[in-house]
């Protein structure tokens, strides 16, 4: 079995992918290949040439090994299943395909081009992040399974705390970056000068929101972290915040509710997969033609969510915790891997 991503660490985007490597470590008894974007830099000339290099680095390591594949699983759709439809021309004709989409590689595509489509025609099993990206999925897919790319299981491990004993307010994780609504985050401070807020991540929106800061002394910005570094911060934060704008999942939403920390996200398809509202978190409505709100409304709406989980009783968060940390158990990789397997050995 051999796992094709065009996902990769880069220093804008240090642990990006991140979560395909969990995965492949979770599989380590079948052994898998991991072919991922290894030559991944921030830099103009990176953006010109690292499919070239991908491809060419994917024929050495793969096409030309001894070594034969019976399964060829995608991450990330297109372009990415090139690579297996070349292996599957030059290597094994048998190889069966199978492909999880992750967001922006349904949400970019749409309406589906002509090649787009001719490679969806030879993918035998599909795999979406949540329900509704499946659905707004608009080609065949007659085998299909709807599961989270998965979570460290070291996040399982973190004890709980009472919200007494927290010492971050609002907690941030993600790319700084538009999509994840760095903006939307710059204009809540003003509004959360008498809470700790810390940011954790990296992107091109760095500097920009460096600046923003500078003048709110309650807030740190923490950079990119490791896994047990987010842990701690998941675990000391009263609450994790979302503001992405598309979002087919949002593992970090999940890493933050197995750490007992309920969240505030705004509606997308992986907030109203994971977030039940006044349960384990709350959801804001973001524009749409449904909900008309602007930015400005929306603001104040997630100021409002926020203030509702501070507010709330020790008893009542302390339900919210178990409620989050319950919702976030099925995602965490171990089960994602036994899951995986089964749907392997269905091949």
């Known amino acids: ?98 492909v999880t989409c992750h967001g922006s590689d349904i949400y970019k595509y749409q309406p589906p081009g002509f090649w787009y489509r001719w490679c969806a025609s030879k993918v035998n099993h599909w795999i979406f992040t949540s329900d509704a990206l499946k659905h707004r999925f608009c080609l065949p897919c007659p085998q299909n399974t709807v599961l989270s790319a998965g979570i460290a299981d ?12 927290k010492s971050i307010d ?67 934060a009263r609450c994790f915040i979302s503001l992405s704008r598309h979002e087919s999942f949002g593992l970090v939403m999940a890493e933050a509710m197995a750490c007992f920390t309920p969240v505030v996200a705004t509606f997308t398809d992986g907030a109203r997969a994971q ?6 978190g709350y959801l804001v409505a973001q524009n749409s033609e449904q909900t008309p709100l602007n930015e400005q409304q929306l603001i104040a709406e997630l100021h409002l969510a926020l203030t509702r989980v501070w507010q709330l009783s020790s008893e009542r968060y302390q339900q919210m915790q178990l409620a989050a940390r319950a919702s976030a158990e099925q995602c965490l990789v171990s089960g994602v891997a036994a899951k995986l397997i089964r749907l392997y050995q269905e091949r």
């Open 154 to 165: 070291s996040y399982a491990a973190v004890p709980q705390l009472e919200f007494s004993n």
């Open 1 to 98: 079995m051999l796992i094709i991503t065009n996902m990769g660490p880069k220093p804008s985007a240090p642990f990006q992918g991140q979560f395909v490597r969990q995965q492949v470590d979770a599989l380590a008894s079948l052994q898998p290949g991991y072919h991922f974007m290894r030559w991944h830099t921030d830099s103009t000339l990176n953006r010109l040439l690292k499919y070239p290099v991908f491809l060419v680095d994917f024929l050495w390591r793969f096409i030309l090994s001894r070594h034969k594949y019976q399964i060829l699983h995608v991450h990330f759709f297109y372009p990415t299943i090139w690579l297996a439809l070349l292996y599957k021309v030059l290597r094994n004709p048998a190889a069966k395909i199978m």
């Open 275 to 280: 977030i039940r509202e006044g349960e384990n």
């Open 170 to 236: 609002l907690l941030f994780v993600g790319s700084l970056d538009q999509n994840k609504g760095i903006d939307r985050l710059i204009a809540l401070l003003p509004l959360l000068q008498q809470q700790k807020v810390v940011i954790a991540g990296a992107g091109p929106m760095h500097s920009q929101l460096t600046d923003a800061v500078r003048l709110y002394p309650n807030v740190r910005l923490a950079g990119p972290q490791s896994a047990s570094e987010l842990a701690g911060l998941y675990q000391q």
